[in-house]
């Protein structure tokens, strides 16, 4: 058992002044506030304010070989769909050895930020002409990649099976990404262990990628399982025309015909909506993860993320592409790119967007966390409030002065399950994590 005495928290409900918090087994098995009194003998003085741990809910660690390489204007279209040809050629590359090695110095990047859980939306799964691994190899490098670094994993195993809507076969580098069928799919994701530290969850890749009987196979496997299901949803134009054309129905309502909307889905992007397709995500409580950075990088467009959250979608965040690991910015973007485009601002509260990168996310991921309260898990970050950025800030105030200037270099110390993984912001296993992101991407010898 650990004690902790958080100078300051925010608890998730709201600020708390000098609270005493004491851990066992991984888990907060006390809060006591000491209002004057003192702290007891043995009791670790976290400084500055401590938040729950930041939940990023939608990764794709090996898109972070792209930072800065896909920026400049070049004679090809310059849109997603160019975009995701460079992926293509950065996924062909990667090993499980490599994989690991990126992966972690990601994951290690993300903990120095604050986050405490992530969700790695997989779909590296075989050999580079598709065949598979004979154990494996690519989520072990996963699993072994988020231990190192120190945070929690929710696998969210995606099932590839086609090139787009007239079914073509999967080629070049996409040919890794498929099963073959939604069954072998199954049979290979059920073999996946699960860990202390990790956990499996199921993942429909886009509805452009899967047909509807398949596209079922995945919803049912992740509800039989209780398991967290998380899909690409109406991030491109393009796919949203083709999807009308091939089934005359939007994204949003095919799949809410084929039953995956729902409490433990949660829909990635969801950017391009109608009305209806507002309706029935918020309706069936199906959660959506905002990645603004990624959004506005790959110019996809604004998720309408008050309209959801008033029909009844919790929100949560999510990183995606790994331009940018913050989840601070990720959480201000979705208010300030919206104000872009309605005129206003306050469209969403402060504590609104910390609960999004925090409970929000946690519960989109499946773990009990994301709240300081007793029984959840023991993930807590703590920040520097006499930075530059929130030098000044009172209680009043300082929720917004979080949400809207936080960076993750005010990011003091990390605690995952009582253990602590970042203090003063080294972080304690792996050390210049810089150096290890700056090894595994020349490794890979993108050009």
Known sequence: MRSFLLELAWTGMGLEPRLLLEEAEGRIARLSPLGNGPAP??????HGLTIPGLANVHCHAFHRGLRGRTEEPTKAAPDFWSWREKMYRLAATLTPESYYRLARAVYSEMTLAGMTAVGEF????HRTKGEPYPAAEMESALFAAADEAGIRLTLLDSCYLRSGFDGGSLKGAAERFGDGDP???ARRVDRLPEGQMWKIGAAVHSVRALDGAAIQVVADWARERRAPLHLHLSEQVAENQACLEATGRTPTQLVSELGVLGPRTTAVHAIHLTQDDVALLGGSGTSICVCPTTERDLADGICPARELVD????????SDSNSVVDLFEEARAVELDQRLVTHRRGIHSAEELLRAATKGGADALGWDAGELRIGALADFVSLQLESLRLAGAGQLDLI???VYSAAPADVQTVVVGGKTVVSSGHH???GAVGSLLAQSLRALEQP
């Open 311 to 318: 029909a009844g979608s919790p929100l949560c965040l999510g």
């Open 122 to 125: 997989h779909y590296l799964h």
């Open 428 to 430: 304690l296993r792996l």
């Open 400 to 402: 917004s002065r979080i």
């Open 41 to 46: 003998p043995g009791a670790e003085v976290v």
């Open 183 to 185: 069954l072998s799919w």
